[in-house]
T-cell receptor, first 114, second 110 residues
Framework: EAGVTQFPSHSVIEKGQTVTLRCDPI?????LYWYRRVMGKEIKFLLH????????ESGMPNNRFLAERTGGTYSTLKVQPAELEDSGVYFC????????????FGPGTRLTVT | QKEVEQNSGPLSVPEGAIASLNCTYS??????FFWYRQYSGKSPELIMF????GDKEDGRFTAQLNKASQYVSLLIRDSQPSDSATYLC??????????FGSGTRLQVQP
């Protein structure tokens, strides 16, 4: 069974540019989560999808971040325009059960904004 | 006060010893507890989860949960150099997805 995959693994962009991160969850996992780890800090929750619906987006830092999950399969996280403080590692996770179930993480996308 | 607290370490143990990793949490409504292992530059890997008070064993790993005292621990028996990593405690409170601690770095000395 394939695990959670993320693309790209690394992205370096300039301040003001746009970047789109992609996550493919484990097949059959309706629950998809985005997390972020900035330098020296804990992994922080961003948002949670159940199928194509946003269940909880309370962790999204501001309206420069837009997440979508059309069709309930893969998800994208767009940052527009990117700021320096957006640099960090963006992880995607998926789970079979809803909140409280075991979450399996993807390899992450390391975003550097210069 | 942080929602999930861990000692950052490093915790250094000799090969073959028992490594004991601890985590405390602030929300008494927390329901599910997870331990992730993260090697440098890699993603968190789920190694244990526990939902009820008491002990849960899986191979060399034992998770212990005490909801009254609001702590969860991870014991690693017969520690190996390959166990050297950062161990992340994560808690689900029911209000949102996982809340992570900052992690404890474990070093197993050959």
């Amino acid at each position: 069974e394939a695990g959670v995959t993320q693309f790209p693994s690394h992205s370096v962009i300039e301040k003001g540019q746009t970047v789109t991160l992609r996550c493919d969850p484990i097949s059959g996992h309706d629950n998809l989560y985005w997390y972020r780890r900035v330098m020296g800090k804990e992994i922080k929750f961003l948002l949670h999808f159940v199928k194509e619906s946003k269940q909880d987006e309370s962790g999204m830092p501001n309206n420069r971040f837009l997440a979508e999950r059309t069709g309930g399969t893969y998800s994208t996280l767009k940052v527009q325009p990117a700021e320096l403080e957006d640099s960090g590692v963006y992880f995607c996770a998926s789970s079979l059960r809803p909140l409280g179930g075991e979450q399996y993480f993807g390899p992450g996308t390391r975003l550097t904004v210069t | 006060q942080k929602e999930v607290e861990q000692n950052s370490g490093p915790l250094s143990v000799p090969e073959g010893a028992i490594a004991s990793l601890n985590c405390t949490y602030s929300d008494r409504g927390s329901q599910s507890f997870f331990w992730y292992r993260q090697y440098s530059g890699k993603s968190p890997e789920l190694i244990m989860f526990i939902y009820s008070n008491g002990d849960k064993e899986d191979g060399r790993f034992t998770a212990q949960l005490n909801k009254a005292s609001q702590y969860v621990s991870l014991l690693i028996r017969d520690s190996q150099p390959s166990d050297s990593a950062t161990y992340l405690c994560a808690v689900h409170t029911g209000r949102r997805a996982l809340t992570f601690g900052s992690g404890t770095r474990l070093q197993v000395q050959p």
